[in-house]
């Protein structure tokens, strides 16, 4: 019904960038909210940052003034700014979508990305 597809992962030295796409394609009228998601070997998933349909946003502390979340909503696409980058910034990344308005007028909820590899190292 929803499709998530992230793209932008790869390998970049300590201090560089990265950009992260996620395209939702589907029967989709509308998504309230899109975020990223991490996980690092041996570790739990964890928040990385999620943006509202009201633009609203709400980030890790681990990633505040580095990472920058936006959205495109004729796209229905999030993008993750990712600046500074650590190494323990490396892990798999996650796109997510949920409370989506599907073009049939129902609710469904919470579809994930196959995940991107991030990869920060020296």
């Known amino acids: 019904q929803v499709q998530l597809v992230e793209s932008g992962g790869g390998s970049v030295q300590p201090g560089g960038s990265l950009t992260l796409t996620c395209s939702a394609s589907g029967s989709i009228l509308a998504i309230n909210a899109m975020g990223w998601y991490r996980q690092a070997p041996g570790k739990e998933r964890e928040l990385v940052a999620t943006i509202l349909r009201n633009s609203n946003t709400n980030y890790a502390n681990s990633v505040k003034g580095r990472f920058t979340i936006s959205r495109d909503d004729v796209k229905n696409t999030v993008y993750l700014q990712m600046n500074n980058l650590k190494p323990e910034d490396s892990a798999v990344y996650y796109c997510?979508?949920?409370?989506?308005?599907?073009?049939?007028?129902?609710?469904?909820?919470?579809?994930w990305g196959q995940g991107t590899r991030v990869t920060v190292s020296s």
């Open positions: 997510n979508a949920d409370r989506i308005v599907t073009l049939t007028d129902k609710m469904v909820y919470n579809y």
